[in-house]
């Protein structure tokens, strides 16, 4: 991508001015993206994008600047400009850089870019018929897919230099039942850290038509009631409402500032003792895997809370300074243009010791909810909302009839006081997140828990 000795003299002309920290981050990004909508391909978009971001600590201050001007003279000027930010202080010697190779565990096995768009349109349209097929009352269906292929070059000043490619593919899958003037939409979007195979391995069967019956299955759904009721939420997309509720608390984003409720917590206890919350940006071949992160870390496994105790947060190399801690290989980033600050990968309620069936089984009257959908998250006060995509009441012990319009309000460090079940079927569901970085993928996950009291937002007052 770039040679050693430029990289080298762009480092060091960062430092010019008075920077204790100079770091370069290439970038080079093949996308392919795929919309059909009822069974025709509406857009077929495939682009590449290059450029080198610069980035400049001194002391408590980060300074950025990107270009797309990869020319020797381009770049030296790049890091002049972003040099001229940094007043006073003489110039540190770098460390001479030392090539890190970290084995990758995420196999491809059929890179997409190999692979001919007719291939992939075939695999959408058999998605869209056994979506479509299955019930007259699907009206719509759209699919979407995309892959990408990233590769990075990292270095800087501390002697870091190491390169990653990163491939990713996804197949989202959105169908809309309709009844007279009744609409409802369903949707599956799973993804993985691998090539086409997967894609071509995906069981269709199961997530075309389980966006189906969500669609069909809500459409003459009741209004869910409103009130307070122990709430069970399933595994998958269920992780979503810890991800944002949980997880941005324990960003170093908020941490250090003082901008979250987990900040100066560690060793406290935080949540219910059957509560384990992970980040794993080391599982294989999963969406929001990273074999390094953006600041050229080695991906890792970091236990944020175990048996309710709070025992780190997730950092980057500029909060770690702030905090006085080392980087936990979290610094990630969209693309060239953003810097990099501490986001979660793959983050996830641990198993637990409960089974789905004795779950709902020991709750008498409540909510459970099978899918999540959107939400949002105050991470000062923990506070948040979350609307339910797919729910139904549990009555005597059993989960009867469908309700529909459920939001689930409350807070994050008490809901997690609150979890008192935690089930053995954890399972991952691929997801987009955005922050101060931008929007990169990420998994939430979970097993199927129970909170013993949450407030439900319903349209039908509760009983």
Not at 28 to 53: A, F, H
Not at 115 to 134: L, P, S
Not at 296 to 317: A, T, W
Request: charged content about 20%.
């Amino acid at each position: 991508m770039l040679n050693k000795a430029l990289i080298e003299d762009v480092l060091s002309e960062a430092l010019s001015t008075g920077g204790d920290f100079s770091e370069i981050f290439v970038e080079d990004r093949l996308t392919n993206t795929i919309t059909m909508q009822s069974g025709k391909v509406e857009k077929s978009l495939s682009g590449r994008d290059y450029g080198i971001g610069i980035r400049i600590f001194k002391g408590l201050e980060s300074y950025y600047a990107y270009t797309n001007d990869s020319s020797r003279d381009g770049l030296l000027q790049a890091a002049r400009n972003v040099a001229q930010a940094v007043k006073g202080g003489g110039m540190i010697t770098r460390l001479p850089l030392e090539k890190r190779i970290y084995q990758s565990p995420h196999l491809i096995a059929i890179p997409p870019t190999s692979v001919q768009n007719a291939r992939k349109v075939a695999v959408m349209r058999k998605a869209n018929e056994i979506a479509k097929n299955y019930d007259e009352k699907i009206q719509q269906v759209m699919v979407r897919y995309f892959d990408e292929e990233q590769n990075v070059l990292i270095a800087n000043s501390e002697g870091t230099f190491t390169e990653d490619k990163r491939t990713r593919s996804r197949m989202a899958i959105q169908a809309v039942a309709a009844e007279g003037s009744k609409m409802q939409p369903g949707f599956y979007g799973p993804g993985a850290c691998k090539g086409f195979e997967f894609i071509e391995n995906l069981n269709l069967e199961h997530y075309a038509k389980e966006a189906a019956r969500i669609a069909v299955t809500m459409l003459d759904a009741e209004a869910c009631p409103s009130g307070k009721f122990p709430v069970v939420i399933d595994n998958e997309f269920g992780g979503v409402i810890f991800h944002e509720a949980c997880g941005h608390g324990l960003e170093a984003t908020s941490v250090a500032k003082n901008n979250s409720v987990f900040a100066n917590s560690i060793g406290e206890q935080v949540a219910s003792d059957v509560v384990t919350y992970i980040d794993d940006a080391t599982i294989e071949n999963e969406w929001g895997s990273t074999s390094i992160d953006d600041e050229g870390e080695q991906g890792r496994k970091n236990v944020l809370i175990e048996n309710g105790i709070l025992k780190g947060y997730l950092i980057d190399k500029f909060n770690s300074r702030r905090m006085k801690m080392d980087s936990t290989g979290s610094g990630r980033r969209q693309n060239y243009r953003f810097a990099p600050t501490s986001r979660m990968t793959n983050t996830y309620i641990a198993p637990g010791a409960s089974t789905p069936k004795e779950i709902i089984s020991n709750t008498e009257h409540g909510i459970y909810t099978k899918y999540m959908g959107g939400g949002q998250v105050n991470p000062t006060t923990g506070d948040y909302n979350f609307a339910v995509m797919e729910a139904y009441m549990i009555e005597n012990g059993k989960i009867t009839k469908p309700v529909k319009g459920a939001t689930l309000i409350g807070n994050g460090p008490k809901t997690l006081q609150l979890v008192d079940m935690v089930g053995n079927n954890l399972g991952h569901g691929a997801g987009m997140c955005g922050s101060l970085s931008g929007s990169i993928p990420v998994n939430v996950g979970q097993p199927m828990i129970r909170v013993s009291e949450m407030t439900v937002g319903g349209s039908k007052e509760g009983n």
